[in-house]
Every structure is written in structure tokens, then in C-alpha cells.
């Protein structure tokens, strides 16, 4: 069992900063590797980045890259989310998602992960 816990969403105006938290917990907790995805009214869910639980290893989405930084703690079994420069069009509910399995060809799927969080409310007024 994988619980997940995401924090630190809110509201801001353009081009400000956020920085996401999300926690594991559980008896593998240890051992997951962890991702945000995130969905914005009408649209699919999307993936944004994912970090491996021990190597230094992380993947982006392309439009991510620049201005998101994914970072792992690992002795929180946490992955952070530094969002600058934040567009209206970043507004979404970010998820953490958690993930036993580590295949970079597969990881942009939300399908790939199996353990979801409840989400945090990211909005971004212009």
C-alpha cells in the first residue's frame, strides 16, 4: 500500500512562483518512483515530470522544460515541483502519481502508474 499526499497549490498572478510538495508513505514507499501529472478543466490528464527513486534520473515533458524543476527527497520519499514563471495556462489540479515500475518509454502514460494522490489546485490569474 502507497499513500500519497500532494501539497502546496494555490493562487498566484503570472509569472510568479510555486513550489508542490508530494509525500509517500507506506511499506514500499521507499522504493517508488514518483511523477507529477496534471489536468486542466476538458483536457486529459498530462504528464509533467517523474524522478527514479534512487537513481539521478529525471524525465520532463518537453513544454516543462525551462521553467519546472522535479527534484526527489529522499528522505521524505517526496518529489518537489519548483514552477516559475508560472502562465494562466499552467492553471490545472497537479496529482502526484507513484510507481514500483521505472520505463522511460512508458512513463509520459498515466497508465503506467498505479497510485494516485488526491490532487492540488494550481491557478494562475493573468
Known amino acids: 500500500q502507497v499513500q500519497l499526499v500532494e501539497s502546496g497549490g494555490g493562487l498566484v498572478q503570472a509569472g510568479e512562483s510555486l513550489r508542490l510538495s508530494c509525500a509517500a508513505s507506506?511499506?514500499?514507499?521507499?522504493?517508488?518512483?514518483l511523477a507529477w501529472f496534471r489536468q486542466a478543466p476538458g483536457k486529459e490528464r498530462e504528464f509533467v515530470a517523474a524522478?527514479?527513486?534512487?537513481?539521478?534520473?529525471?524525465y520532463y515533458a518537453d513544454s516543462m522544460k525551462g521553467r519546472f524543476t522535479a527534484s526527489r527527497d529522499n528522505t521524505r520519499n517526496a518529489i518537489d515541483l519548483q514552477m516559475n514563471s508560472l502562465k494562466p495556462e499552467d492553471t490545472a489540479v497537479y496529482f502526484c502519481?507513484?510507481?514500483?515500475?521505472?520505463?522511460?518509454?512508458?512513463?509520459?502514460?498515466?497508465?503506467?502508474?498505479?497510485?494516485w494522490g488526491q490532487g492540488t489546485q494550481v491557478t494562475v490569474s493573468s
Open positions: 502519481a507513484a510507481s514500483p515500475l521505472w520505463r522511460p518509454s512508458s512513463l509520459r502514460d498515466a497508465r503506467e502508474w498505479g497510485y
Open positions: 507506506g511499506r514500499t514507499s521507499s522504493r517508488m518512483n
Open positions: 524522478t527514479h527513486w534512487s537513481r539521478d534520473s529525471t
